[in-house]
């Protein structure tokens, strides 16, 4: 019947870890493209964890997810059938086993939805450093003690480098700017149609964070608000800012609720905090 409601397309009911954003991400995700013929493309990691969906999945390896996307959506199109391919990955995936794959298919402008949930790690796993992880940042394989303070690199700006390709759409999102999310989800299923559509999601993960999963809100809007995580999008490498921070709060507003930041030393904070700002210099430039 007409006024009959649509079952939700994800099951109820949490089969990740408490506050898992990851999780949060991809219910939203569903939720905006609910009125869409989407299949859903899947690879190793916490987001195969999700229990039972309404929609098409096509599970893949880290390294060919791109690739077979990208042979579902031509084949797609060739039928003349107007099918979101919608790419769901983490950190781990996209910025380093898969992004030749990735930097491939964005290249080729081909017609896939991809969605990265960067939770900064390799947490299915281990929780292992990706290229992701911040400068300073604990994780198993960074350790901190006697000989070590956590990652000794700066974070891979992996999603500017996705831009500088040219590609239809691009941007970031923040579970904490809920409008703002659902805005870019609906503008990336239109320049899927187009081309190649990127959206960059910060997903905190309490376990390998090591921090409480009430505040995964909150590390999100603090993330955006010290500029660590700032909020943007580009057309065709046309980049535009859009959540403006007036009076940014220093980066140790984001760091204090997890405690895989809680070895730092003074100056290895202040080091962090020229870092953000740098980067942020940057992004305006282009802008």
Not at 16 to 36: F, H, P, S, T
Not at 142 to 152: L, Y
Not at 182 to 198: C, N, P, W
């Amino acid at each position: 019947m007409e006024n009959e409601k649509k079952a939700p397309m994800i099951s109820p009911g949490l089969p990740m870890c408490a506050g898992c954003g990851m999780e949060l991400v991809i219910r939203v995700l569903y939720e905006e493209l609910k009125d869409d013929d989407f299949i859903s493309f899947g690879g190793p990691g916490c987001a195969l964890l999700t229990t039972k969906v309404s929609v098409p999945c096509y599970g893949t390896l880290f390294t060919n997810m791109a690739p077979s996307a990208s042979g579902v959506s031509r084949e797609l199109r060739r039928q003349g059938k107007d099918t979101v391919c919608l790419c769901i990955g983490g950190d781990g995936m996209f910025s380093d086993i898969a992004f030749g794959n990735l930097s491939a298919a964005a290249e080729r402008g081909e017609h896939l939805l991809v969605v990265c949930y960067d939770n900064e790690a390799y947490m299915n796993t281990g929780i292992q450093r990706s290229s992701r992880t911040p400068e300073g940042a604990w994780t198993n394989t960074t350790p901190t003690g006697p000989k070590g303070f956590g990652k000794k690199q700066q974070q891979k700006p992996f999603s500017l480098l996705l831009a500088e390709h040219n590609v239809a759409y691009t941007a970031t999102c923040s579970p904490a700017h809920m409008q703002d999310f659902r805005k870019k989800i609906r503008a990336a299923r239109e320049a899927a149609r187009e081309g190649f559509a990127f959206l960059h999601v910060l997903a905190p993960c309490p376990t390998g964070w090591k921090s409480k999963p009430e505040l995964i809100i909150r590390q999100c809007r603090d993330a955006v608000n010290t500029n660590y995580f700032p909020l943007w999008e580009a057309r065709y490498g046309q980049f535009r800012i859009t959540v403006k921070v007036k009076d940014p709060k220093p980066v140790t507003e984001f760091l204090q609720t997890q405690k895989r930041f809680s070895h730092l030393t003074e100056d290895q904070v202040r080091q962090l905090q020229e870092d953000v700002d740098a980067n942020f210099e940057h992004l305006l430039k282009l802008c």
